[in-house]
């Protein structure tokens, strides 16, 4: 037989009715807008410095960045006509001293101190062709070449 055994009584909560439920939700959901409403005042004035620190910097970044890119362009330019104008006196240089020594009177004058004169007999010389070079051997017949092989 099973002895009985003591039970503490429950007692159960009435369940509110359905427009006490509403108010329930209503309250609650009041209460967060009201909480959520409050932390966003709060927080209007730090977004408000950030906005308009953003507001003013990034524009102000973007001239600067702009104004020291036309500054090095600037640079590079004086220094392209600085190479420029160097590459052209070099060349007028040179061209005045090519045109010297290929003067007619120049060469006439070294070659009658040299005692050099006008051919009187032509003569025509037969150069031979160049070789053709041979290719060094490849593959197995570089094997051919190092054991024994005719050495060119």
């Known amino acids: ?21 509403r108010r329930i939700d209503r309250v609650r959901h009041a209460t967060k807008r009201r909480t959520r409403r409050t932390r966003r005042r709060l ?10 620190a953003l507001a003013v910097l990034v524009p102000l970044l973007a001239y600067v960045a702009l104004t ?10 004086a220094r392209a006509e600085r ?3 160097a590459l052209v006196d070099e060349t007028q240089r040179l061209d005045e001293r090519l045109a010297r020594l290929q003067s007619p009177d120049r060469l006439a004058a070294l070659a009658a101190k ?17 070789k053709q070079p041979q290719p060094k051997p490849t ?9 024994g092989g005719p050495n060119p």
């Open 1 to 21: 037989m099973i002895a009985p055994q003591r039970v503490a009584p429950r007692y159960e909560q009435p369940q509110p009715a359905g427009p006490e439920l």
């Open 43 to 52: 927080h209007r004035p730090v977004f408000a410095v950030v906005t308009l």
């Open 68 to 77: 020291a890119s036309l500054t090095s362009l600037n640079y590079s330019l």
């Open 83 to 85: 190479e420029r104008t």
């Open 114 to 130: 040299l005692k050099l004169h006008d051919p009187h007999v032509y003569a025509v010389v037969r150069v031979p062709d160049p």
């Open 139 to 147: 593959g197995l017949a570089l094997l051919g070449a190092w054991f």
